[in-house]
């Protein structure tokens, strides 16, 4: 599987085991990206301000032996409460850490062994998503309402409906907020993949059907509630 990453696009990556970081920044570099690598918390706080990572692969369990050390999910919660928004994808060996994880801010979740295909995919689809939004994003907003209930919080990439916290991958987080700044409107399943997936996506228009079904279960949205489907078009979403 080929990748393309942008030459500008820089990947921080913390671990505290050098086969792994060594591991991932010769995959990652032979891909395009531009790699760094931190073996502490610490180390990996500070080399945010030097380089200004576009995205952290971040170890959930640190060695935390050392006192000037910290956990993983510590540093994806500093991390978070910073003013830029950095994404985040945590590895861990541990699936049980998963809700934890993403409970701190994490934007995505690998388990250890990864597959490569699988975390270059996830890697450029969350640059991708991050990406598509900032764009959208011309005239900043902190918040986006849809409906009565549903919260996108533009500055920590969350959604919430009455109050509870809704676990969306990125290209589902871009999908929603692409919608919600142009409600009333329909789109093409083709118009989607280029506004939302980039125009380098290579893939079916039928993909956007699962994401639009993937967004209504997790959302707990009738068929047509809200995200309305066009027949023999695509969708739109309604917003009074």
């Keep these: 599987m080929a990748y393309n990453a942008g030459m500008d696009e820089t990947i921080l ?7 792994i970081r060594s591991a991932l920044k010769t995959f990652l570099g032979r891909i395009g990206y531009r790699v760094y690598t931190a073996e502490t918390g610490p180390q990996a706080l500070d080399l945010v301000e030097q380089v200004r990572p576009n995205l952290v692969l971040l170890d959930v369990v ?3 032996s050392d006192p000037s050390r910290m956990s993983g ?3 994806c919660r500093r991390l978070r409460q910073r003013e830029r928004f950095i994404p985040i994808i945590m590895l861990t060996s541990y699936p049980e850490w998963q809700v934890e994880s993403l409970g701190q801010g994490a934007i995505a979740f690998v388990t250890k062994p990864w597959d490569n295909d699988a975390l270059a995919s996830q890697i450029r689809a969350t640059l991708s998503a991050v990406t598509h939004i900032r764009r959208e994003n011309a005239e900043p907003s902190d918040r986006l309402r849809i409906g009565t209930d549903i919260v996108i919080d533009m500055e920590k990439f969350r959604v919430a409906r009455e109050g509870v916290e809704i676990d969306l991958t990125p290209i589902e987080f871009a999908l929603l907020t692409f919608l919600a700044r142009h409600p009333n409107r329909q789109w093409s399943r083709e118009d989607l993949l280029d506004r939302v997936w980039g125009v380098d996506w290579v893939g ?14 997790k959302l707990h949205l009738e068929r047509d509630e809200l995200i309305e489907t066009v027949h023999g078009v695509g969708y739109r979403l309604v917003q009074p």
């Design 13 to 19: 990556i913390v671990d505290d085991e050098e086969s």
């Design 62 to 64: 640190l060695d935390e």
């Design 73 to 75: 999910i510590e540093v």
């Design 204 to 217: 079916y228009p039928r993909t956007v059907d699962r994401h639009i079904a993937a967004l209504r279960r």
